[in-house]
C-alpha cells in the first residue's frame, strides 16, 4: 500500500518554543491530509484537515493560531505547534487518503512531542 | 458531524476464544468503515473494512458485520492469538474524512 511519513518520530522542546512536524506522502499525491492527535491510550482525535492550496479546516476546539497547518505540496503537510506548553505533549499522527479514489487511508507513524 | 461510539473500552480473552468489539455511528450518510490495529507507540494499521453496501466480510479469522438500519457494526476476532493483542479503532467515513471510535484495549491471555 501507499506511505506515508513523518519527521521527526520524537522531539523533546521547552515551554515557549515551536515545533515543526511534518507529514509526506512518499508514492502518492495527497490533496488532502487529516492530522490527529492521541493521547496515551485513548483513540485518534481529528483536529484538522489539511487542503492542498486552501487552508486547512480545524475540528471544533481546535485552536488555529496554535497549530498551524500549512499544505505546501500535494505530498507534504506540515503541522507547526506554536508556543509549545507541557499540555501540548501529545503523540500526533497524519494521514492521507489515496486520491482519487479515496477508499483506505494511510497513517503516518506518528511524531511523540514532550514539552518540558 | 459523526459521532461513533465503542464498547467495551478494555477486552481480555484467553488464547483460543473470541473477541467482538461493537460501534455505532449518528450520520446514516456515512458508507465505509474500517477497523485499525494499533499496536503501542505505532500507527494503526488497517485489518479490515466494509461498505455500507455489504452486511458482512470475512478475511480468515477477523470478520465484520454491518447494520446499516440500526447504525452499528462489529468486529469479530476468533481464535484468538497473543499477537492479536493491541488497540482496536473502528471508524466511519463519508468520502475522505474518517472518524474514530474511542478504541478498544484488547489483551488475549496465553
Known amino acids: 500500500g501507499a506511505v506515508v511519513s513523518q519527521h521527526p518520530s520524537w522531539v523533546i522542546c521547552k515551554s515557549g518554543t515551536s515545533v515543526k512536524i511534518e507529514c509526506r506522502s512518499l508514492?502518492?499525491?495527497?490533496?488532502?491530509m487529516f492530522w490527529y492527535r492521541q493521547f496515551p491510550k485513548q483513540s485518534l482525535m481529528l483536529m484538522a484537515t489539511?487542503?492542498?492550496?486552501?487552508?486547512?479546516?480545524?475540528e471544533q476546539g481546535v485552536e488555529k493560531d496554535k497549530f498551524l497547518i500549512n499544505h505546501a505540496s500535494l505530498t507534504l503537510s506540515t503541522l507547526t505547534v506554536t508556543s509549545a506548553h507541557p499540555e501540548d505533549s501529545s503523540f500526533y499522527i497524519c494521514?492521507?487518503?489515496?486520491?482519487?479514489?479515496?477508499?483506505?487511508?494511510?497513517f503516518g507513524p506518528g511524531t511523540r512531542l514532550t514539552v518540558l | 458531524g459523526e459521532n461513533v461510539e465503542q464498547h467495551p473500552s478494555t477486552l481480555s480473552v484467553q488464547e483460543g476464544d473470541s473477541a467482538v468489539i461493537k460501534c455505532t455511528y449518528s450520520?446514516?450518510?456515512?458508507?465505509?468503515f474500517p477497523w485499525y490495529k494499533q499496536e503501542l507507540g505505532k500507527r494503526p494499521q488497517l485489518i479490515i473494512d466494509?461498505?455500507?453496501?455489504?452486511g458482512e466480510k470475512k478475511d480468515q479469522r477477523i470478520a465484520v458485520t454491518l447494520n446499516k438500519t440500526a447504525k452499528h457494526f462489529s468486529l469479530h476476532i476468533t481464535e484468538t492469538q497473543p499477537e492479536d493483542s493491541a488497540v482496536y479503532f473502528c471508524?466511519?467515513?463519508?468520502?475522505?474524512?474518517?472518524?474514530f471510535g474511542t478504541g478498544t484495549s484488547l489483551t488475549v491471555i496465553p
Open positions: 494521514s492521507a487518503p489515496d486520491y482519487p479514489a479515496y477508499n483506505e487511508q494511510f
Open positions: 471508524a466511519a467515513s463519508r468520502g475522505n474524512q474518517f472518524y
Open positions: 466494509i461498505r455500507s453496501n455489504v
Open positions: 508514492d502518492f499525491q495527497a490533496t488532502t
Open positions: 489539511s487542503n492542498e492550496g486552501s487552508k486547512a479546516t480545524y
Open positions: 450520520d446514516s450518510a456515512s458508507n465505509y
